[in-house]
């Protein structure tokens, strides 16, 4: 089974800060998934990486496919960054979800 | 637009009801999932299906039983088996090519009367 592990739990910025959450996993993956979760549940994706490093606005998300490790990047956080962001791994056909990072972005 | 819709939104049950929930993508994708979310933990995956007439089952399917007569949806009913059924249920889907953007529901939360 392919354990996802993402840190920190929980994470407060202060407006502005730049953000890092942690993401590692167990086995080979043929996708690594980024997600946002705003209260009231939905999730939207943010990105897939099966390598290298991806860039969309103030989000930066990269992978280390030998380290088995990605890393999601806010640069000049806001408060409306304020979310829970989730890594899911694909070993195969199946998603395998990490438990995800509830941050916390103060004015 | 394309995208996938989850119904109801809220949803109860009695003590020894079946209730179906519903998830319907028109995005022409492959691959279907249903997974339960409680408070403070992560999602985990009930059943997923790669095509049509077939599925399989996740980490926690006891109780649970989906259908895939249709590409486009992917039913998931929650038996009376089902002892602790109140969460928060979700269903994703992607186009089975291993790098190809997810989608979600809005969710429908499940709670017993």
């Known amino acids: 089974k392919n354990e996802v592990e993402q840190s920190p739990q929980n994470l407060t910025a202060q407006e502005g800060e730049f953000i890092t959450i942690n993401c590692s996993y167990s086995v080979g993956i043929s996708a690594l998934h980024w997600l946002q979760q705003h209260p009231g549940g939905g999730i939207v994706s943010l990105f897939m990486?099966?390598?290298g490093k991806k860039k969309h606005g103030r989000l930066i998300a990269t992978i280390n496919i030998q380290e088995k490790h990605s890393s999601l990047h806010i640069t000049a956080s806001h408060p409306r960054d304020s979310a829970v962001y989730i890594c899911a791994v694909r070993p195969g056909y199946a998603l395998n979800f990490g438990k995800g990072t509830s941050l916390l972005v103060t004015p | 637009d394309g995208g996938i819709t989850q119904s109801p939104k809220y949803l109860f049950r009695k003590e020894g009801q079946n209730v179906t929930l519903s998830c319907e993508q028109n995005l022409n994708h492959d691959a279907m999932y249903w997974y339960r979310q409680d408070p403070g933990q992560g999602l985990r995956l009930i059943y997923y299906?790669?095509?049509?007439?077939?599925?399989q089952k996740g980490d926690i399917a006891e109780g649970y039983s989906v259908s895939r007569e249709k590409k486009e949806s992917f039913p998931l009913t929650v038996t009376s088996a089902q002892k602790n059924p109140t969460a928060f249920y979700l269903c994703a889907s992607v186009k089975d090519r291993g790098n190809e953007k997810l989608f979600f529901g809005s969710g429908t939360q499940l709670s017993v009367l």
């Open positions: 299906s790669q095509i049509v007439n077939d599925f």
């Open positions: 990486l099966s390598s």
